[in-house]
């Protein structure tokens, strides 16, 4: 019986060829094809600047840093996402809470934000910054965020990782309300460079801060150098940075990954269309879908209906596993971790977070998802729900 995974690569023979021009170059790192592909990414995303990573952790910590997170600073994020939203806060010796997600999108909600701030604010215990998340590629309200931000005077860190090539009042995803955002190109992501990530920010002073925490916190340009240049090879650490570059080979793989990702939009698009229609009778809440933007359709979440069906989330998830679709859960709410319950978080803090996570299961979206294949999902699926 053939495998179907919940997500996986997609590579051909124009990627390989540019990675193998790489190998066979001078350069495998720092040469010609980073810029390449950060200028070709931020074209795309309407973004002023573009610096590319060595992961999306990477980015989400190092923009942190550049956003004056440290020591005595307070982040917020959300309960719903991979663990690297809040882990971020803490690589830069911050304090890191939560805000409960709003049920139907998904994503970070406003009215719980506003309550919290405002609670906050009158203990004087505002954020810095706060890290709002675009859960399964669906943008989150950035305008709302964004006027809460002006008034409450704290900093957005957009962590689209999910969501490249996405749009939200009618722009791209990180164009426009955050500071700066950050993308995964993580192996199952939209596009994908193996690992690495990008950060994007239309601020000179983030960027050019970014830059240096990604190389050690050094710098060749004398404008920014305490002392006299000696000559070619001097270079000045002027902060601490880390090693957080990406290679030559990754930024080509990402750079011809990047000129078919309107065909891998088209096709996750249709085939998240074409699920909303096969699933429209089973006892399922489907993926939110709101007129004002369009998701990159990197992740297909249901969540059971325990309304309407006895099934529940494990038999339903076994099931499908035992008939070899590969399924998986998009995510345990970081705050039931127990690392962070060891921080002083409790199940029972966020609700409407700890309810999603035992509904949800993510079924199989990829480009390369046959209908064939989408049809068996959905028969496996119906039987499943019947149990």
Sequence with gaps: ??????????????????????????????????????????????????????????GLHIALLALGVGPGARVWTTPNSFVASANCVLYCGAEVDFVDIDPLTRNISVDALRVKLDQAKAGDLLPKVVVSVDFAGFPAELREIRQLADQYKFRILQDASHATGASYLGRPVGSQFADAAVFSFH???????????????????????????????????????????????????????YNYRMTEFQAALGFSQLKRLEQFKA?????????????????????????????????YVLEIDEQRTRSKRAQVFNHLREQNIGVNVHYIPIHTQPFYRNLGFRCGDYPASERY?????????????????????????????KA
């Design 1 to 58: 019986m053939e495998f179907i995974p919940y997500s996986c690569q997609n590579i051909g023979q124009d990627d390989i060829e540019a990675v193998c021009r790489v190998l066979t170059s001078d350069f495998v790192t720092q040469g010609p094809c980073v810029p390449a592909f950060e200028d070709a990414f931020v074209t795309c995303h309407q973004s002023a600047h573009g610096i590319a990573v060595s992961s999306a952790t990477a």
């Design 187 to 241: 192996a199952v992501k939209i596009i994908t460079t193996g690992e690495g990530g990008m950060i994007v920010t239309n601020d000179e002073s983030i960027a050019s801060s970014v830059r240096l925490l990604r190389t050690h916190g050094i710098t060749k340009d004398p404008a920014q150098m305490r002392q006299n240049s000696e000559g070619p090879w001097y270079y000045e650490q002027t902060s601490l940075g």
């Design 267 to 299: 096709q996750r698009k249709m085939l998240a269309d074409r699920y909303d229609k096969l699933l429209a009778d089973l006892p399922v809440i489907l993926p939110p879908r709101l007129p004002d933007r369009e998701s990159a359709w990197h992740l």
């Design 357 to 385: 996570y035992k509904r949800a299961i993510s079924i199989p979206l990829f480009p390369a998802l046959t209908m064939a294949q989408q049809d068996r999902v959905v028969d496996v699926l119906r039987i499943a729900l």
